[in-house]
């Protein structure tokens, strides 16, 4: 959809086309993930975690207007295809309970601190008393984009509940842990990405507000990738090939819960695509280049002794 902008205008995503083609957008992605997955950025996000076991504490959203937000906001994509997106994103983000049970099981007798800081205190009964930082968070996403969604197309979206995926059986307790953990990093790594997507092809007080969830996930995404460093020490090559092959499955699981998976399919093109692969991968480019940045000693000074886990 083309917007009437003056020359040489700059948003969050750098400069503003009104009509941008592939390599226009392929720029302002670029942009983004170097903005908002810098090295610098992400260090500060994984050592504020140490902080947060003693002092939990939600990060704070910066302000902007909601009226303010217009369907002609919408940069270089058809209104349709975007809120379908829209749409997805609020449903993919709506069992954050859910998630949250599944990562104490995994996690309370092996750091409760973490557990904490994602699942929130427990009573000895195994009933909630306080909800973690990590849920507090997320939960906020789903209302955002029903609000964002709302406000482009003047309709209330109820979205459909979004199911769990189980992980197939695993032969240790260490290797299923792992697998989990991986799978916390996939799902922040596929929000991220897309949410990069939807900044890249908006402006406004629009960007402004898909610019708020997105820091969540990638502060959440630093997090976790640095404590599965931490803990497992895996190779390079064995995350990316696990996080390559739960993405896959992810999405071919979830194609089912999409009230909008049908149109997203049919108003996909190759351009959409060839954007949606470039983010996905820089991304992942963004991580790989911080996380040779992340040496035992520097994990232990700020997480202690690694945790008797075989390495992966």
Request: one cysteine or more; glycine letters at 4%; a neutral charge.
């Amino acid at each position: 959809m083309q917007i009437t902008v003056p020359h040489n205008v700059l948003d969050l995503a750098g400069y503003l086309h009104p009509n941008p083609n592939y390599f226009q957008t392929r720029q302002r992605l670029r942009y983004l993930a170097e903005r908002y997955l810098a090295p610098n950025v992400l260090t500060d996000h994984l050592t504020d975690l140490p902080r947060q076991f003693t002092h939990p504490h939600q990060r704070r959203w910066e302000t902007f207007d909601w009226s303010a937000i217009a369907v002609n906001q919408i940069v270089g994509l058809e209104p349709k295809l975007f809120t379908s997106m829209i749409a997805a994103s609020a449903e993919v983000e709506a069992p954050i309970r859910a998630y949250a049970e599944i990562t104490r099981e995994y996690l309370q007798s092996v750091h409760p601190e973490m557990t904490r800081f994602v699942s929130g205190s427990y009573d000895e009964a195994g009933n909630l008393i306080e909800v973690g930082v990590w849920e507090k968070e997320e939960r906020q996403h789903a209302p955002i984009f029903c609000k964002i969604y709302q406000q482009l197309v003047g309709e209330q979206l109820v979205p459909q509940t979004n199911s769990i995926t189980e992980l197939a059986p695993v032969r240790t307790p260490v290797e299923a842990l792992y697998r989990h953990a991986v799978r916390r990093i996939t799902t922040e790594w596929s929000a991220v990405s897309v949410y990069l997507w939807l900044m890249a092809h908006s402006t406004g007080a629009l960007q402004q507000a898909i610019a708020q969830p997105l820091q969540d996930e990638v502060n959440h995404l630093a997090k976790f990738w640095g404590m599965t460093r931490w803990g497992f020490g895996d190779s390079m090559q064995r995350r990316l090939l696990t996080m390559a092959t739960q993405a896959f499955n992810m999405f071919d699981h979830h194609q089912g819960d999409r009230t909008t998976s049908k149109t997203i399919v049919q108003l996909s093109n190759l351009q959409s695509g060839a954007e949606l692969a470039y983010i996905f991968t820089r991304v992942l480019r963004q991580m790989c280049s911080w996380n040779a940045h992340l040496q035992p000693e520097s994990l232990a000074g700020l997480f202690g002794r690694r945790p008797v886990l075989k390495s992966v």
